[in-house]
């Protein structure tokens, strides 16, 4: 519809959001340059982690880049952007205000007087249909109806540029789909102000049945990796080939390829080089995975499919496939999993079995072959907890470094490659007694 | 039913004092020197009032009660209003205040009570001077739960709650009543509640306090009490006693029900439920009369007025700036002012321990010793009796519904306000004060105990229960596996604030004056009494850093080990 205009609205230059100092400093995200033009619905994708969330606050000037610089309408933004709102994930209502007054708040807030306020929130409670539910409490609502209390807040400001920020990723799976065909309603309508709207998605599909353009992000460090348009009129048909082929193009960015073994696997903690980070995976859901893709016939599982058939969400199987392709079950060809021989034995192995080949898997990353150093040069082969954070914390912030300690303990353990007490919060090297078997 | 909580900010897990810590002993050290110096100008001699044990001077001695309580809590609120906001905006400030909250809530405030009735009298009129002491100490006694409850609500504000608000670009002022107020009402008022029940107990020993020629006695209920005690008047200790029930019962129904029936409303859940806690038949009563509607447009034109002053000024939030702060001309002026005189302070505070004598130090060691014992032999006992009862009543609605209500009356009373009878009925006899003083602080601290115990036995997961039916576990195997692991934690919370009560009451108990006579036995709290009536200020201030430094350890090593371990091993999730 309004396409054809391309007038920036939003111009990001050279982006950077970084946190804490020193040797400890995290780069949330690393140059991200970004246009979104009038008349544009932009998505951007991406794993979780990938700071996606913390782009949207910085377009809306709730926080300040470290470096790099931020324009609306050409202007460089100083403080939250007046013209700009958002729609949040969790909706973010005020659980003590009535539906109306939780509409009238934000028109107060710009000075608006309480006569004008109230009838102006009840035309827009109106517009998104929950005439009615005025003097309802948002705890009495729905998750759907809860959301859209939040868009009629959002459209209350008369915004220009709507901020979306995984906005249907709390609701069932009903109450999301009725939701998505609303927004785009409102939005193709054109009978609001809105010039552009952009939202924050980990949902393919849905980027893909909404948006004009899908910017994608990976993580370590957030960064923009790919850009896609979607040149498919509204309304979409998602059984469509032409639909089929974008997503599976997406899927395609975002899973990558798989990379040669020293390259996936990193440096040891302490050495020069980046360290690999653990996915954050629980044995039980990679053996699920596995299984999964093994029950088929087929060689090449196609991701998308595999989501499908898991229920997972995309946040849910990125880190599950990071896993399989770093132990070396699985390899990553545009969008398709193939698994390897290694991998169709630990999908069909016994429980032992399955304990073996995972040690024997866990014993070659340069993570696990640090730590098990670490533990057997230590007195009694036995080591604190807190050692192994601090040494680890140089390398990462002190919570990645717990987080990758907690995701390695329960690996290590189910592999029973070493003990934890978790009274005494030390690690023990296990006695060999898997291999004298 | 109150449900004592202890906050607990984080804290380095590893070691167990801090380079805060030791700063916090010196500005802790220094106060108190400085208030030391100032009382060795208070008078040696202090007339008490003449109390009249009439009964139709009790309601005049309940309404002076009543009135103390009232202007205590009016300060602690706004302490807590204003220290709660800059601790939780001002990340510079935030590293001081809260260690130095978390010391503050774990000193027995009434080792204070000399030590500040007689700075305050050496410098007010005496008759100021102890009503300002009561004040000061029933406000230190409520002020510091409601202050970290106000502080822990401002920081855990959601995040996208304050995106909102920011969003919007709420001012100040809207996001004060909008957002951070409704957010921290609750626990604002369930700490008030807590904190007025405890109050009392402070209050009824501001009343009664006596040292030899001091008689620091104030007109009010608990003085009432005592004078009855002293003259051995049973029916005016009867008449005194259900004074001050009916007092409690009467601000419970009227002040504290209502408020937290109104508080209700801000309650975070977004599932729709009824919570017959929060039930209050007289706040019901006022919501549909037209005062209600008076008091509504009341607030909604100071609402507009103030909203209207604020909104020239916006406000961006502290907590979603992630630039760094500078430090200000005036913190540094505040910051050097402040250490220049708690480097006075310690000067002269070291100048005073240099006056007490090794022996002194001996007895006074011995002495912390004692009253331990005493606080060990307290709680063990409250202990036995509590944990059987505890657990009958918790899980046994039925019998919680005939007895939670008996019991809360019986927890009302403050022990302090008993106190005096229990003198009457045992200073006769050898080691009578000994007793006394233990039951005093049985008295003082059975009831957290107990309502931890009923909580945690309601508390454990009837699937467990079924379980361990199942199993066929019973005597001592039900208790080792279910009763006591899943009461751990709650027992830990109420032993720390009843620990905590235990040392406060033995400078009551240890020291007291019956009938014109002076009765004390050995320990620390009798030192910091004997030492006020002397007029010896070293020993005071030795004995009070002593007692203070004694509890702030066993805090340390013993308490907060337990509550780390219920904290991380006895959790039920």
Redesign the interface.
Known sequence: MQRGQTKPLVELMGVTQR?GRGARQFTAIQDVNLTIAEGEFVALLGPSGCGKSTLL?II?G???PSEGLVRYRGKSLD??N?Y???V???F?L????TVEENVA??L????VD?ATAHRRAVELIDLVGLDGFEQA????LSGGM?QKVGIA?ALA?DPELLCLDEPFSALDVLSAEALRGEVLELWTGGSLKIRAVLMVSHNIEEAVFMADRIVVMDKNPGRVIAEVLVPLPHPRDRKSDAFAALVERVYAVLAGQTQPEAVEYGTEPGQSGQTRLLPAVSVTALAGLLEQANATDDERDPIARLQDELGLDLDQLLPLIEAVELLGFARVESGNLILTPLGEAFAEASIQTRKEIFASRLRRLPFFRWMLRMIAAADNQSLRW?VLLTALEPEFPSEVAERQLDIALEWGRYAELFAYD??EGRFFLEAPTVAAK | MFKPRTFTPDLPKSSLFSRADLWLLLILIGLLALAIVAAEGAPATVQGPDIDLSLSALPFYALRSVGRMALAYGLSLLFTLIYGYIAAYNARAERIMIPLLDVLQSVPILSFLPVVLLSLSAVLPEAIAVELTAVVLIFTSQVWNMTFAWYQSLTTIPRELREASSIFSFSRWQRFTTLEFPFGAIALVWNSMMSWAGGWFFLMAAEIFTLGERDFRLMGLGAFLQTAADRGDIGAIGWGLLALVIVIVTLDQFVWRPLLAWASQFRLEMIGRDDDEAQSWFYDLIRQSALSQWFGRLAGSIDQFVGRVFRQHPAPDPFLDNSTQRRSALSWVLTVVGVLIIAWGVWSGSQLLLQVSIAQWGSIILGVGATMLRVATATTLALLWTVPVGVYIGTRPRAAAVLQPIVQIAASIPATALFPVLVLALIAIPGGLNLAAIALMMLGTQWYVLFNVIAGAAAIPQDLRFTSELLQLRGWERWRILILPGLFPYLITGLITASGGAWNASIVAEYVVFNQQTYQTFGIGAQIAAATAAGDFAGLFAATLAMIAAVVTINRLVWRRLYRLAESKYRME
């Open positions: 946190y606050r809306t709730l926080n300040r403080g939250v007046p700009a709102t958002i949040f994930q969790t973010a005020f659980p003590w205000l708040v934000a107060k807030a710009r000075g309480d409490y948002p705890r009495e809860r807040r400001v807190e978790d009274a």
